[in-house]
């Protein structure tokens, strides 16, 4: 994982990790991911708020960005420049809140969310699901040629996103279509 960690955008979801959770994002950071992404879509927003500055915290230590998910009020009190929001909730957000985020991100799952996303302000996008993935069951991936007409469609850095394994050819796979790289969540919470 060491030297492919540049390209990797790690996705948290701690009811999938074995061990401690923050000792695990202590591991994934000293690795050095391209990011953190803290997506714990089972908290409330106290509770996530609680986690995210310890994540936070963890994330800056070893200089990794830490991307906070969801709740926007939560992270400007901790200081967090970097948000990725479903869209639904980034097409709410007034532009002069988006602009508070150097890094704000989406998720597609079409071109023309993409291009929507783009035209809201994110910085960055995740596309997908790419391969199947046991996260959604049944359901079959959108595979590379999708990713690499999102990543023709829009200038921003695309993160495929959807059964992406921690090997070498996958995520070279995924970077041939012109993604910046692969996001990860099973494999790296039980690594």
Request: charge should be positive; proline fraction near 6%.
């Amino acid at each position: 994982m060491l030297h492919t960690a540049p390209s990797i955008l790690c996705v948290t979801d701690r009811t999938l990790c074995p061990e401690h959770f923050l000792s695990q994002i202590s591991r994934i950071a000293a690795a050095g991911p391209a990011g953190v992404i803290l997506r714990e879509k089972d908290l409330c927003e106290s509770a996530y708020r609680a986690l995210a500055a310890q994540v936070l915290s963890l994330c800056r230590q070893h200089q990794v960005p830490c991307i906070l998910h969801t709740f926007p009020s939560s992270a400007r009190a901790l200081g967090a420049t970097a948000l990725h929001l479903p869209l639904p909730l980034l097409r709410a957000m007034p532009k002069e809140e988006r602009a508070a985020f150097s890094s704000l991100g989406t998720s597609c799952h079409s071109v023309a969310e993409a291009l929507e996303a783009r035209a809201l302000g994110a910085t960055y996008l995740l596309a997908g699901h790419i391969f199947d993935t046991s996260c959604k069951p049944g359901l079959p991936g959108r595979g590379l040629d999708f990713l690499a007409q999102v990543c023709a469609a829009v200038p921003l850095p695309v993160y495929a996103i959807g059964g992406i394994k921690i090997n070498e050819k996958q995520l070279q796979e995924v970077m041939d279509c012109g993604a910046k790289g692969g996001c990860i969540m099973s494999g790296m919470m039980q690594l």
